[in-house]
């Protein structure tokens, strides 16, 4: 049986799309060092996807293991890590492949979530009413 959790029928829902996995909770934990809450979830982050959707980061496979990045634990990198070594062309990076409210895209079809909601206050006029309008 398929759990009911809001996290996990996103990440079944999203999964199929090969777009990496969804989190449910994208923001970084906020104790992290400045430098990561500052640029996100990044490639080469090593971490645990917590039930509730979250990611705990644990440290980068890219910078060494004295790199601030990867000193926030006491632990760090476990013992004897070497860094993998980058090189900045072999990702891709498409900072517009999604644009704000896209969810994704079928085939030449781009399904976007755009909601707007209004409501009336029960006892400020005659009647009550909520409107919302998907599009």
Not at 32 to 47: K, R
Request: charged letters at 20%.
């Amino acid at each position: 049986m398929h759990s009911t959790a809001a996290s996990d029928i996103y990440a079944r829902l999203l999964l199929p799309h090969s777009h990496g996995y969804p989190l449910w909770i994208p923001e970084p934990n906020e104790i992290l060092p400045t430098e990561y809450i500052d640029t996100g979830i990044n490639v080469g982050d090593l971490g645990l996807v917590r039930q509730d959707g979250g990611f705990d980061f644990l440290f980068n496979i890219f910078p060494g293991a004295d790199h601030t990045i990867n000193k926030w634990l006491e632990k760090g990198p476990p013992e004897g890590y070497e860094p993998f070594p980058q090189n900045k062309h072999q990702f891709y990076r498409n900072s517009n492949q999604f644009s704000p409210g896209a969810l994704g895209t079928l085939g030449d079809r781009k399904i976007e979530l755009d909601a707007k909601a209004s409501a009336q206050i029960l006892g400020a006029s005659a009647g009550g009413k909520i409107n919302l309008e998907l599009t």
